[in-house]
């Protein structure tokens, strides 16, 4: 069946450092991709999405682009805050199936002043 | 903006209890769902519902039920609390399905402590 894998956590970094959470999918035929981010105490937020290969999703200075040829879907920022504090779920949704989605285990982020 | 409810917050049972969460949607969604979250294991799903009266089981239904008596709610039941559902829940909607620019609007979550 579909899946997700996310690096392993937790990452803990400075503020002002470059981030990349890598994630990668299997999935049968054209998934869309998606990133939620989760706060401290709050339920899941939708970040960014890509629906199809080579798609860009931004968001709050987050990107990730769909890569087909490597079934990934990295998230990236430049620039980290102390704010961006949170767990990082990557998910996918297949919208050959059920269009249900599928989370990775999530990422545990940390930046420290 | 309310968007998607859960009731209650915070939950201790005893092993042996029963109880029922209340997600509650003001958004007019016809999807909605019921999660756990357990560390390292990101979200899985336990069931859903594609519209009022209709359920079906996701990923890991054993020991849960729900109903969908009414289109903005959903309801997640535990008949007999096991250590084992020690968890964090958490409700989501949408409005047709996960789609591409539909994603699911999520509720802040039940955490929910069984002895």
């Known amino acids: 069946g579909d899946s997700v894998t996310q690096m392993e956590g937790p990452v803990t970094l400075s503020e002002e450092a470059c981030l990349t959470i890598n994630c990668t999918y299997t999935a049968t035929g054209y998934p869309s991709l998606f990133w939620y981010v989760q706060y401290p105490g709050e339920g899941l937020q939708l970040l960014l999405k890509?629906?199809?290969?080579?798609d860009k999703g931004s968001n709050k200075g987050f990107e990730a682009t769909y890569r087909k040829e490597t079934t990934s879907f990295h998230l990236e920022k430049g620039s980290v805050q102390v704010s961006d504090s949170a767990v990082y779920f990557c998910?996918?949704?297949?919208?050959?199936?059920?269009?249900?989605?599928?989370f990775g285990q999530g990422t545990r982020l940390t930046i420290n002043p | 903006n309310a968007g998607v409810t859960q009731t209650p917050k915070f939950r201790v049972l005893k092993t042996g209890q029963s109880m029922t969460l209340l997600c509650a949607q003001d958004m007019n969604h016809e999807y909605m769902y019921w999660y756990r979250q357990d560390p390292g294991m990101g979200l899985r799903l336990i069931h859903y519902s594609v519209g009022e009266g209709t359920t079906a089981k996701g990923e890991v239904p054993d020991g849960y039920n729900v109903s969908r008596l009414k289109k903005q709610n959903f309801l997640l039941g535990l008949e007999s609390a096991a250590p084992s559902q020690t968890s964090v829940y958490f409700c989501a909607s949408s409005p047709t399905g996960t789609v591409s620019n539909q994603p699911q609007h999520f509720g802040d979550g039940t955490r929910l402590s069984i002895l």
């Open positions: 890509a629906t199809k290969a080579d």
């Open positions: 998910a996918l949704v297949n919208l050959q199936g059920a269009q249900k989605l599928v």
